[in-house]
């Protein structure tokens, strides 16, 4: 099984700033990564695919990047309706598994 | 466009099964695998395993295996997921997730809160 490690757990952030989260993957999972962003109450949804590729309708302050085992999510711009808890997700192999998941909260 | 819509919140005793439907719309369901995927409390996301609609075929998280089984009624467009032998750590919401071809999800049902106490 392939671990999934996302960092910080919690990230404070002021609206407008910069936010980047990090992803690990316990051996390479190529580029078959996914982003999600979950709000209380709410189903997952999908923003990044394939490690950098947006998925349709997310904004472009949205952004996906690395390989292997390395990846990130930027924020350019938080705005308020971006403080959330973001997982990433591997989908090289079976099982597929989930980071623990960061927080992004307002500072 | 493409709908996932679920069975309502179960409340269920330790040692009881239960068991969740996933409806599809918009979409062929045989054409793409539906996922299930656990979130306990205040926790994060775990996948349970996928069934392919097409073939009947199946792939449980081993935490699962012996306890899961998914089924399908390509008739009605609907997918199961039942659990057996509840614990009361299986309290979570459930959700069901349509493949893109690849296996990340842009589509997801509303979720299914199942509650085990005695």
């Known amino acids: 099984e392939i671990v999934m490690t996302q960092s910080p757990a919690t990230l404070s952030v002021s609206p407008g700033e910069r936010a980047t989260l990090s992803c690990r993957a316990s051996q390479s999972v190529s580029s078959n990564l996914a982003w999600y962003q979950q709000k209380p109450g709410q189903a997952p949804r999908l923003l990044i695919y394939g490690a950098s590729t947006r998925a349709t309708g997310i904004p472009a302050r949205f952004s996906g990047s690395g390989s292997g085992t390395e990846f990130t999510l930027t924020i350019s711009s938080l705005q308020s309706v971006d403080f959330a808890v973001y997982y990433c997700?591997?989908?090289?192999?079976?099982?597929?598994?989930f980071g623990g998941g960061t927080k992004v909260e307002i500072k | 466009q493409v709908q996932l819509v679920q069975s309502g919140a179960e409340v269920k005793k330790p040692g009881a099964s239960v068991k969740v439907s996933c409806k599809a719309s918009?979409?062929?369901?045989?054409?793409?695998?539906i996922h299930w995927v656990r979130q306990a409390p205040g926790q994060g996301l775990e996948w349970v395993g996928w069934?392919?609609?097409?073939?009947?075929?199946?792939y449980y998280e081993q935490n699962f295996q012996g306890r899961v089984t998914m089924t399908w009624d390509t008739s009605i467009s609907t997918a199961y997921m039942e659990l057996s032998s509840l614990r009361s750590d299986d309290t979570a919401v459930f959700y069901c997730?349509?493949?893109?071809?690849?296996?990340?999800?842009?589509?997801w049902g509303q979720g299914t809160l199942v509650t085990v106490s005695s």
């Open positions: 918009g979409y062929t369901f045989t054409g793409y695998y």
């Open positions: 997730a349509r493949d893109h071809g690849a296996s990340y999800y842009f589509f």
């Open positions: 069934i392919n609609p097409s073939s009947g075929g199946t």
């Open positions: 997700q591997h989908y090289t192999n079976w099982p597929l598994t």
